[in-house]
């Protein structure tokens, strides 16, 4: 076994330990998919994260008119950060 292969298989082998085959948004288990981790239903589930959108926390802005591509939370509060993105918004594990 070559080096690549092996830290390959030692990180899939710490991930199994670290988060098991099972879904954590239903706990089913997770056979095949788009998504390693989570299973096809609650894949179809997540409410991933599209413009218009605020540049610098990520956060969905639908409707909202942005100045300077920023939403008014960060306008308001200034954040020490200058940018920021997620995929998906996060509305607990049971409810993905």
Do not use: Y
Request: net charge neutral; proline share 10%.
């Amino acid at each position: 076994m070559n080096f690549p292969q092996f830290v390959l298989q030692t990180g899939q082998a710490l991930l199994e330990i670290l988060m098991p085959g099972d879904c954590p948004g239903c706990g089913e288990p997770v056979e095949d998919g788009p998504f390693r981790r989570v299973c096809e239903l609650c894949a179809g589930n997540i409410h991933w994260i599209r413009r218009p959108f605020c540049d610098r926390c990520g956060l969905p802005s639908p409707g909202v008119d942005l100045v300077a591509r920023h939403c008014p939370h960060c306008r308001d509060l200034q954040p020490s950060f200058s940018k920021g993105r997620a995929l998906f918004l996060s509305t607990g594990v049971g409810s993905i």
